[in-house]
């Protein structure tokens, strides 16, 4: 959920520097939906889970590969909302 989260934030903050949509909605929008879908304490509870596990290469994939997926929905959903 935190890539679709980003995603989504990308997309709201592009409209909302290019496109003037309000910045209440940036704000229900952002703190609100998105802060509610995205689960980055959830994500870092589970890497920790799997290093206890001794299961190191898991837990650099899930933290190295959830950050960076989740910076590059935000980019395309940037990107978009500049269309």
Do not use: D, K, Q
Request: net charge neutral; aromatic share 4%; with cysteine.
């Amino acid at each position: 959920m935190n890539v679709a989260g980003s995603f989504v934030l990308g997309v709201v903050t592009g409209l909302v520097m290019h496109h003037h949509l309000s910045t209440e909605v940036e704000r229900v929008v952002g703190i609100g939906f998105c802060g509610g879908l995205t689960t980055f304490s959830t994500a870092s509870f589970e890497t920790v889970r799997l290093l206890r596990e001794r299961l190191p290469t898991a837990a650099l994939n899930a933290a190295v590969g959830g950050v960076t997926l989740s910076c590059i929905a935000s980019a395309i959903g940037l990107s978009l909302a500049l269309i």
